[in-house]
């Protein structure tokens, strides 16, 4: 009966206790909110002429894959795994059934990337999965906002406005420095042409007399407009006509050659890839490369 009379007083102890470690409604409610994402959540990716249906964790592994060199600095991945998923999501809000494509983001197979790194591929794979893992469903917002977390290779020292390239402002998307990336091997490349094939993608009639004239660059010294004899283009036009790697360009003719000398890889809107590993290297962390590139976002979790 001691015993009995013993369980009876500590029971009701322990049931008071267990109460009162329980969160209280209204944290309760916060803890709801703060994981209202999908932890396994599946998305479509057009891959192959096909359909294909994987975990979002391996659609960022296979973007990274695509996008970066799996030898970057980990800092660095992980700010790309950021950039990767936000785009994701954004692009899924604002389109009906959107279906991730290759146009958008860049993506490749566990056999692709077997291929690509080798007897390596069990070493990068890991790393990139850790990026992704380690960055947990973060996204960039602004204002409450998803943004288009834009992203490109290499700037010629700066990041290009929005509005420049792609007729939006975007007040995350702006110029910002990033010289660092004037040390990366092919920073500056040439391009030889003749000038027949010049004036043929260009679309240009009277190829008699060819005169460069009234070349006006923006505020990150890439060509916002330019005019060869009666032709009109925009630096972003120029570039695609010629296939060139950025908008920053010279244009040297002599003797029926053309030589073209570009400056970074890429739109230059958003984070600079090798910016942004450059800086990892400095030792800047994930969050702070992000916050660098995108002007006033804020690093939180998807909220569905």
């Known amino acids: 009966m001691k015993i009995l009379k013993k369980y009876i007083i500590i029971i009701p102890i322990l049931i008071i206790l267990f109460l009162l470690t329980l969160p209280k409604e209204s944290e309760s409610n916060n803890i709801l909110k703060e994981n209202m994402y999908d932890e396994n959540k599946i998305v479509s990716v057009s891959y192959n002429s096909s359909i294909s249906q994987m975990s979002m964790d391996d659609y960022l592994i296979g973007v990274l894959a695509c996008e ?26 604002t389109l009906v059934n959107y279906i991730a494509v ?3 983001q860049c993506y490749i197979s566990i056999e692709e990337m077997h291929d690509k790194w080798g007897e390596k591929f069990q070493y990068y794979y890991n790393i990139l999965k850790d990026a992704v ?20 290779s290499l700037s010629n ?51 008699k007399n060819i005169e ?44 029926n050659i053309v030589t073209l000398i570009t400056r970074g890889y890429g739109h230059g ?26 002007t006033g976002v804020e690093l939180k979790k998807y909220c569905v």
């Open 133 to 152: 893992k380690e960055t947990n469903e973060e996204v960039l917002y602004y204002e409450e906002n998803i943004i288009k977390s834009f992203y490109f």
């Open 212 to 255: 460069i004239k009234n070349i006006i660059r923006d505020s990150s010294d890439r060509v916002d407009k330019l005019q060869i004899n009666d032709n009109h283009y925009t630096g972003v036009e120029f570039r695609k006509l010629l296939g060139l790697r950025s908008t920053d360009f010279d244009i040297i003719i002599s003797n």
């Open 102 to 104: 290759s146009s958008d």
């Open 157 to 207: 020292g700066k990041t290009e406005n929005s509005s420049s390239v792609f007729g939006e402002e975007l007040p995350y998307l702006i110029t910002v420095d990033s010289s660092w990336d004037k040390n990366i091997n092919n920073f500056e490349v040439k391009v030889t042409m003749s000038l027949e094939e010049f004036v043929n993608k260009l679309e240009i009639v009277n190829t």
């Open 269 to 294: 809107v958003g984070m600079s890839q090798y910016g942004a590993n450059e800086m990892a290297k400095m030792g800047y962390t994930y969050e702070e490369i992000l916050k660098y590139y995108y």
């Open 68 to 93: 970066m060199p799996a030898s970057f600095n980990k800092e660095a991945l992980k700010a790309g795994a950021v950039a990767a998923r936000t785009f994701y999501y954004y692009k899924e809000l």
